[in-house]
């Protein structure tokens, strides 16, 4: 038997962390269909395609702790009358939703705050 050498053990290190970020990132992407399923359903909209796109990913500090994480954009679509298509985008900072943002698709339709919960 021949042994590892530091070059093996760091792609095996940079392999497995790749894999992690991925599946954290599959996590987060299902945990965002679930927040914009919930948001159209509080408004009576519907969620179109049943999910999110993420439109960018960056490296944020968490405001709590100091940490450093992945901030990501989602884009999704949704309909007040099952005809027109608009479009909401959601700020997610790891896990948590950060902001929320729906095109107006009544009149007096007021959007919630920016950082604010949706469902407040």
């Known amino acids: 038997m021949g042994s590892v050498s530091l070059l093996e053990v760091l792609v095996l290190f940079v392999v497995a962390g790749f894999v992690g970020f991925i599946w954290k990132s599959i996590a987060i992407k299902d945990h ?3 927040l914009a399923k919930q948001v159209c359903n509080k408004e ?7 999910t999110v796109s993420q439109q960018r990913c960056w490296i944020q500090r968490d ?6 994480m992945f901030g990501r954009l989602y884009e999704f679509e949704f309909s007040g009358d099952g005809q027109e298509r608009r479009k909401g985008w959601m700020t997610m900072g790891g896990m948590a939703l950060e902001s929320i943002h729906l095109e107006p698709w009544k009149e007096g339709y007021i959007p919630p705050k ?3 919960s949706p469902f407040s």
């Open 32 to 34: 965002a269909v679930y």
């Open 44 to 50: 009576n909209l519907q969620l179109l395609n049943a």
């Open 63 to 68: 405001q709590k702790s100091g940490r450093l």
């Open 114 to 116: 920016a950082g604010g």
